[in-house]
């Protein structure tokens, strides 16, 4: 028996009852990474986000078809890979591994299937052929376009209409293009890059089409719902839904959501402004568990500001949760009667939140006001209450991953941290050095600069605190 849940749909701009097209069972998309080298925390969030989603689709009866994708054929890899000499495909395969590292460290659960670009080209191609045969595509010199004004109802995502969309392009558009918004399918190969043999000649997909084929291949023609950060929605999403209608003739999904981003100091986190902590990075520092619990503690289509404030408190919380569930292991009933109603009742009020459009800050929340009451109930408690508190823990495993497999181990870690932190040598100096330095990179409006030394300062373990006076303070973070 599956449970009732609310999402918000991207395609309606409203919370929906989600129905799946056949009873049960879910066929769900979310987009991968493009492998070119660590990827940033930011990245990390629309990771753990299709991780909830799939924890709580299965833990609330679903049989879940998950898949995500992995982009090893991209202009940015060709371009990394020619820097260090390496083979494209070769040089994308090693940073699948260190991604697969990184999304294990985050505790996430595997998917069903996790393809490769490279791996899809037959069913890539056909599907470029289908839209071709449709009307909807062409070929110009061996590149193969997409039509978008063939597709009416083009933008239905995004909001976005093409007369909008061509009145905003400011460059001189290709003089191949049947329309300025027209994209492309696949391109011409180029000397020294990979490519595949197809009925256009030698080349490779562009971008958008990837995600089309390899949804088709393993979910079939319409899917269930599709996830991805928000920066996707256009033109990535909303050409994804062309080019699958034009190939399949029937709708390509029926739920859309998307995560918000993850903004750091004023702007969203990314390699092109500098302000990036990759992920490898923050859990060698700070672990996973900690990670995790940051960029779930609130809702996934809410942004999440990165302050110190907000790490702490993820640390915190952390230590506090995992204190709790090995304490609980030592528990000892007292007595034979019948479950505390406020015990009882604690995965209904959570599984109220997680159906609440995957409420996850609202399931942590409930969680806590348990933890209070376990805690003053603690020599009271009978067999069946003792039996619902591992139960309660278990859930807030399964769902949202907060709880550790072997909570030892996280408290192990955290003890270290305090003592590595305890026994090293804090240069003072230094520190105010760096304070004074930010405080004139500050006044001169150099941001960059100025996000650097928080970082630097971070990457100790150092907590930088900003007054109203405009002085800053600071502090060894209590790990």
């Known amino acids: 028996m599956t449970r009732e849940i609310k999402i918000h749909n991207n395609l309606t701009r409203k919370k929906e009852t989600f129905q799946t097209i056949e009873a049960g069972k879910v066929k769900f998309y979310s987009c991968g990474p493009t492998t070119y080298d660590f990827l940033h925390i930011g990245n990390a969030r629309a990771f753990v986000v299709g991780d909830l989603f799939n924890r709580v689709l299965k833990a609330f009866g679903y049989d879940v078809t998950f898949v995500r994708n992995f982009t090893d054929v991209d202009d940015k890899i060709i371009a990394r890979a020619k820097e260090v000499n390496q083979d494209a495909i ?13 999304m294990e460290s985050l505790g996430m659960r595997p998917a069903t299937h996790t393809p490769k670009v490279s791996e899809t080209m037959p069913e890539i191609i056909q599907m470029i052929q289908d839209i071709i045969k449709n009307g ?109 209608e034009a190939a399949n003739k029937c709708g390509f999904c029926n739920y859309w959501a998307h995560n918000e981003f993850l903004n ?7 390699k092109s402004l500098g302000n990036v902590i990759t992920i490898r990075k923050f859990v060698e520092a700070y672990g996973g568990q900690v990670l995790r619990h940051v960029l779930l503690s609130v809702h996934y289509r809410a942004r999440l500001e990165w302050t110190d404030e907000v790490l702490q408190r993820a640390m915190d919380e952390v230590k506090r949760i995992h204190e709790f569930v090995i304490e609980t292991k030592r528990y000892k009933a007292n007595g034979s009667g019948p479950i505390d109603p406020e015990i009882e009742k604690c995965i209904e009020k959570m599984m109220e939140e997680l159906s609440n459009d995957f409420n996850s800050a609202g399931a942590l929340g409930q969680y806590f006001t348990f933890l209070r009451y376990t805690k003053n109930a603690k020599d009271n408690l009978s067999e069946a209450s003792l039996k619902q508190i591992h139960k309660t823990n278990e859930f807030m495993r399964e769902t949202l991953g907060f709880v550790n497999i072997d909570p030892e181990s996280v408290m192990a870690e955290f003890k270290k941290q305090e003592q590595n932190t305890s026994n090293s040598d804090v240069d003072a100096a230094w520190i105010e050095g760096l304070i004074e330095e930010r405080k004139v990179a500050k006044a001169s409006k150099n941001w960059a600069r100025a996000d650097e030394i928080r970082k630097e300062l971070m990457a100790k373990k150092i907590e930088l605190k900003d007054n109203p006076d405009g002085s800053s303070t600071w502090k060894i973070l209590g790990l």
């Not at 750091?264 to 990314?270: D, H």
Request: net charge negative.
């Open 90 to 102: 070769k040089f994308a395969d090693h940073w699948v591994t260190e991604v697969q590292k990184d």
């Open 136 to 244: 909807s595509g062409y070929v110009v010199d061996g590149e193969v376009l997409f039509n978008v004004p063939t597709m009416p109802d083009y933008g239905k995502l995004s909001k976005k209409d093409i007369d909008g969309l061509q009145s905003g392009i400011r460059v001189e558009v290709d003089a191949h293009k049947k329309h300025p918004t027209d994209f492309v399918l696949w391109k011409p190969a180029k000397e020294g890059e990979a490519s595949w043999d197809s009925p256009w000649g030698k080349g490779r997909p562009g971008w958008h089409i990837e995600c089309s084929a390899m949804a088709k291949k393993f979910l079939g023609n319409t899917l269930d719902l599709h996830h991805g950060g928000i920066d996707l929605m256009f033109p990535h999403h909303e050409n994804e839904i062309a080019q699958s």
């Open 264 to 270: 750091f100091g004023t702007e969203k986190m990314s």
